[in-house]
């Protein structure tokens, strides 16, 4: 079936520093999507992508989805204490119907 | 408006126990989901309901039973669980129309099950 890796498992940085998350699909994906879940909390939807090649920024979070459609990745510019939390991608196939298939997650923590 | 409401925030039950979970949203969307999360994974698909049928149940064991009695709501009723089934249960929505807003899954806060 579609698998959606996703690295690194953890992130721990300095407040200031950058801070990136990949995505790889083994399959090609029709778009793919970003959440944030903060400790406690639950998935809260950031953006989604969907053109090969397609590049999105929100602040400081720039999200850009690979040619092939097959990766993404999600960087952060100088990190702040409210970037904290874990960062799951969510992959779509066209004959996937209703179905994301979630990547395991990056968890980010930020050292003020 | 984008929330999705789910009650109750937490849940103790025992393994004989029947409880349910309910969901609702006010957004006029016709997809609702059903998911479990175990701590430090990822959301994992239970069931989806298009347009208040069920159409997609990613064999999950009969005791939970999902129900969608309207556009707006939904249920999952819990009936003789385990303890691994001790989880945080999300509900999801989305419009299942044509266009690109239908894969954007809204999740509500979710409910904290801990079976006995």
């Known amino acids: 079936g579609q698998q959606v890796m996703q690295i690194p498992q953890y992130q721990h940085v300095q407040e200031g520093e950058d801070f990136t998350t990949y995505c790889n699909s083994s399959?090609?994906?029709?778009?793919i999507q970003w959440y944030k879940q903060r400790p406690g909390g639950h998935p809260v939807f950031l953006i989604q992508?969907?053109?090969?090649?397609e590049v999105k920024k929100q602040k400081r979070l720039t999200f850009q989805f690979g040619e092939a459609k097959k990766n993404s990745s999600l960087h952060i510019t100088a990190t702040q204490t409210t970037d904290v939390g874990t960062y799951f991608c969510?992959?779509?196939?066209?004959?996937?119907?209703?179905?994301?298939?979630f990547g395991e997650g990056t968890q980010l923590t930020v050292n003020p | 408006d984008t929330e999705v409401t789910q009650t109750p925030k937490h849940l103790v039950m025992g393994m004989t126990n029947k409880k349910s979970l309910k969901c609702e949203q006010h957004?006029?969307?016709?997809?609702m989901y059903w998911y479990k999360q175990k701590a430090k994974k990822p959301p994992e698909l239970m069931f989806v309901?298009?347009?208040?049928?069920?159409?997609i149940n990613e064999s999950v064991p009969s005791r939970f039973s999902p129900e969608c009695p309207n556009s707006s709501l939904l249920n999952l009723h819990l009936h003789a669980l385990q303890p691994e089934d001790s989880a945080l249960y999300l509900c999801?929505?989305?419009?299942?129309?044509?266009?690109?807003?239908?894969?954007?899954?809204?999740f509500g806060a979710g409910t904290r099950l801990s079976v006995l």
């Open positions: 309901y298009s347009y208040e049928k069920l159409s």
């Open positions: 999801a929505s989305s419009q299942p129309t044509s266009g690109l807003a239908k894969n954007i899954q809204y």
């Open positions: 969510a992959g779509k196939r066209e004959t996937s119907g209703s179905r994301l298939t």
């Open positions: 957004m006029g969307h016709r997809a």
């Open positions: 992508l969907v053109k090969s090649g």
């Open positions: 399959t090609t994906l029709s778009n």
